[in-house]
Structures are given as C-alpha cells and as structure tokens.
T-cell receptor, first 114, second 113 residues
Framework: SQKIEQNSEALNIQEGKTATLTCNYT??????LQWYRQDPGRGPVFLLL?????KEKRKERLKVTFDTTLKQSLFHITASQPADSATYLC?????????????FGTGTRLTVIP | DTAVSQTPKYLVTQMGNDKSIKCEQN?????MYWYKQDSKKFLKIMFS???????INETVPNRFSPKSPDKAHLNLHINSLELGDSAVYFC????????????FGSGTRLTVV
C-alpha cells in the first residue's frame, strides 16, 4: 500500500540551528512533492514545490531536496527562529495514478526553543 | 479579500442531522478539494472537483456529497451525521497540475454529539 512517512512526530531544536525534516514514501511515483506549514487552528500554507527532475529548491531560509531513488525529501530551515515553530507537512501528487490529488504525510511538529 | 473562505468555522450538531459546509475561492483556480483532518491531525483527501469532473476517494461514505454550483464554489453536504464524522474539514483550491501549491481555507470544526 502507499505510504508517506515523516520521520518524527515532533522535533525540538535550539534557535539559530538548522532544522531538518524528513519525508519518505513508498509505492508512489510522484511528479512533484510539496511542503506545507500548518499552525494550530489554521489551514496548511504552501511553502515549496519541487519537481521530480529537480534535486534542490531554495526559498529564503528554506531548502528542499528530492531524491526519487531513495524516495525521500528533506526539508531544511536554516537559522531557525521561534516563529518557525509549527507543524510541517509533506505532500505528494498522485497524478500518475490518474487522480489529480495531493496526499499528505503525517506531519512533524517543530518547536524552536529560544 | 480572503482567498478560500469556508463557513461556518464551527458546527455542533446532533447525530442523524444533515448539514452543509460552504466553500468559495476567488483565486480563479480550476480545481477545488475537500480534506478531512482527524484528531491525530492526519489530512485525508475526500474529493477533488475540476470542470465538472469529480474524483471521489473510495473510502468516503456516500453520506458525503460535494455540490459545485460554479467553478468558484464547492460545498460539502453530509447526511445522517455520525459521531465519527467529528473532525476539521478543509476546503482547498489549486490550478491543475504542478503550477503551484494548494490554497486552503481556515477549516470547519464539526462536532457531532
């Protein structure tokens, strides 16, 4: 069966350090992968999209990598700040299965400690 | 000027009732979705709707039905509500394909008592 797993349910890091979140998937062949941020009581907010032929994507302090051989994406936040504390979700498209939908991972709750 | 708006934000209702949640987007997106987020915060696709093409997640009970009067609206109607339907429901919209991410509404917290 298809699975999307994010390495840990919760991650605590010290302010200023780099946070690295992992997304692993099985039995998918996504054409692209996305990362979202969700704050309590709010809907997810789109951060970055990376395509299967792209190895790395950057946006300000965010960096995403996509390894289709390992079936893994890494999401990095450099120089982390307490305001980065939130739940981060990875999502894969299922276009190749015929559905134009995103399937989400279970999320990692990041806490940046001042 | 809210991009994706859902109403109501909170909905408390008794078992067996029928209820609707409304969703509107003003982004000009061609595809709209409904997602359910359970108590463990797992987001699960329920429906996607694009140009009158409806794709239904096979695990969604047929008590749930999406209704789209036009491209900017996708409402969710639920019949015979059950306790297990309690969750947060999110509407979202996007352009088809990989032209960008989804834009989500702020969610509707449904509590069935």
């Amino acid at each position: 069966s298809q699975k999307i797993e994010q390495n840990s349910e919760a991650l605590n890091i010290q302010e200023g350090k780099t946070a690295t979140l992992t997304c692993n998937y099985t039995n998918y062949s996504p054409a692209y992968l996305q990362w979202y941020r969700q704050d309590p009581g709010r809907g997810p907010v789109f951060l970055l999209l990376i395509r299967e032929n792209e190895k790395e994507k950057r946006k300000e302090r965010l960096k995403v990598t996509f390894d289709t051989t390992l079936k893994q994406s890494l999401f990095h936040i450099t120089a982390s700040q307490p305001a980065d504390s939130a739940t981060y979700l990875c999502a894969l498209d299922a276009t190749q299965t015929g559905a134009n939908n995103l399937f989400f991972g279970t999320g990692t709750r990041l806490t940046v400690i001042p | 000027d809210t991009a994706v708006s859902q109403t109501p934000k909170y909905l408390v209702t008794q078992m067996g009732n029928d209820k609707s949640i409304k969703c509107e987007q003003n982004l000009g997106h061609d595809t709209m979705y409904w997602y359910k987020q359970d108590s463990k915060k797992f987001l699960k696709i329920m429906f996607s709707y694009n140009n009158k093409e409806l794709i239904i997640n096979e695990t969604v009970p047929n008590r749930f039905s999406p209704k789209s009067p036009d491209k900017a609206h996708l409402n969710l109607h639920i019949n015979s509500l059950e306790l297990g339907d309690s969750a947060v429901y999110f509407c979202a919209s996007s352009l088809r394909g990989d032209r960008g991410g989804y834009t989500f509404g702020s969610g509707t917290r449904l509590t069935v008592v």
